[in-house]
């Protein structure tokens, strides 16, 4: 990577702690791309300083984004993803400092930028809100959160001493501290000092919705605590005043990631033509079943090409 960045310390952390979402009796191992995403989101500048106050990932269909979006929000919460200077000889990283109880310790490497949790001494408590228009809209990336948490008999809730609620999750030690859903009645959200959003489907937050009053919202939060804003969805359909739309425009400290076709795909192509392009947006996604996609591709009474364009191939 061409910037330092906390991400080294926090896949190391998530990989730690978490268990695999398909396998819960395995540790939890990111996919190229999600490794890829996490080190540029947590990338510093020369006086650590985070580069990104906002990072819009857009992705197709199926390639993963909510379960590691999901790990994502824990880390925030109890996860060292705040930096705390640079390392030197020596310098370790343990988790007993930081009121986890696995016992993980790991070294740095001399000066690699160094993190710890929100709720450190001289730190606030943390507050990670996961949001969305409508309940339904936030279900996959909670469920996903959810289920690390429960996974193994409640291993990584005890080890970091949360109360996982069905739609709240306390840290029992600090009960200002919480990971929360919320939805549209953004009115009722200003003045929040939020440490991390996850700002789900944005595609689907219109104008009617009240979805970019929501997000406006979150945002002003964020600021009050340098927090920062994570979006995960689909290509959007332009034209109706997303979210999504509105996040495509050039903002400073803002990142936008998006996979696309190197060529244009066109409807009348065939099997063979789209399957590079296919490959070419789910790469790095070890999960994702090119063939099976191909097959729903080519059922166009289900799929239209603009939702193929959208859903598969990720273009707006």
């Given at each position: 990577m061409s910037a330092p960045t906390?991400?080294?310390?926090?896949?190391?952390?998530?990989?730690?702690?978490?268990?695999?979402?398909?396998?819960?009796?395995?540790?939890?191992?990111?996919?190229?791309?999600?490794?890829?995403?996490?080190?540029?989101?947590?990338?510093?500048?020369?006086?650590?300083?985070?580069?990104?106050?906002?990072?819009?990932?857009?992705?197709?269909?199926?390639?993963?984004?909510?379960?590691?979006?999901?790990?994502?929000?824990?880390?925030?919460?109890?996860?060292?993803?705040?930096?705390?200077?640079?390392?030197?000889?020596?310098?370790?990283?343990?988790?007993?400092?930081?009121?986890?109880r696995c016992g993980w310790e790991r070294p740095y490497e001399p000066g690699e930028a160094k993190g710890r949790p929100w709720g450190s001494p001289?730190?606030?408590?943390?507050?990670?809100?996961?949001?969305?228009?409508?309940?339904?809209?936030?279900?996959?990336?909670?469920?996903?959160?959810?289920?690390?948490?429960?996974?193994?008999?409640?291993?990584?809730?005890?080890?970091?001493?949360?109360?996982?609620?069905?739609?709240?999750?306390?840290?029992?030690?600090?009960?200002?501290?919480?990971?929360?859903?919320?939805?549209?009645?953004?009115?009722?959200?200003?003045?929040?000092?939020i440490t991390h959003a996850l700002i789900d489907e944005p595609q689907e937050q219109t104008p009617e919705l009240r979805g970019p009053m929501l997000a406006e919202t979150i945002l002003q939060n964020l600021t009050k605590l340098d927090g920062w804003a994570h979006f995960t969805g689909n290509a959007p359909v332009l034209g109706r005043g997303s979210v999504a739309e509105l996040l495509a425009g050039a903002a400073p400290r803002a990142l936008h990631m998006a996979p696309r076709p190197s060529v244009a795909p066109r409807e009348d192509m065939t099997r063979d033509e789209l399957r590079p392009l296919v490959a070419e947006v789910y790469q790095g996604t070890p999960w994702a079943q090119v063939e099976r996609i191909l097959d729903d591709i080519e059922a166009r009474a289900a799929h239209p090409w603009p939702t193929v364009l959208r859903l598969f191939l990720n273009v707006p």
């Open positions: 906390l991400g080294w310390l926090a896949l190391a952390w998530l990989m730690r702690h978490l268990p695999s979402p398909r396998d819960e009796t395995r540790p939890y191992l990111p996919a190229d791309w999600q490794a890829r995403r996490t080190l540029r989101w947590y990338e510093l500048g020369p006086s650590g300083r985070r580069l990104w106050n906002r990072c819009h990932d857009e992705d197709p269909k199926g390639i993963g984004k909510s379960p590691h979006a999901a790990a994502t929000c824990i880390c925030e919460f109890r996860g060292p993803v705040v930096f705390d200077g640079w390392a030197r000889a020596g310098d370790v990283y343990a988790c007993v400092r930081n009121a986890c001289g730190l606030p408590s943390p507050w990670v809100q996961v949001a969305a228009v409508s309940e339904a809209q936030t279900a996959n990336t909670w469920a996903a959160l959810h289920a690390f948490l429960a996974a193994n008999d409640g291993r990584l809730a005890d080890w970091l001493g949360l109360d996982p609620g069905r739609t709240l999750v306390y840290w029992r030690d600090r009960m200002d501290a919480k990971i929360e859903r919320v939805t549209s009645s953004s009115a009722s959200r200003t003045g929040q000092p």
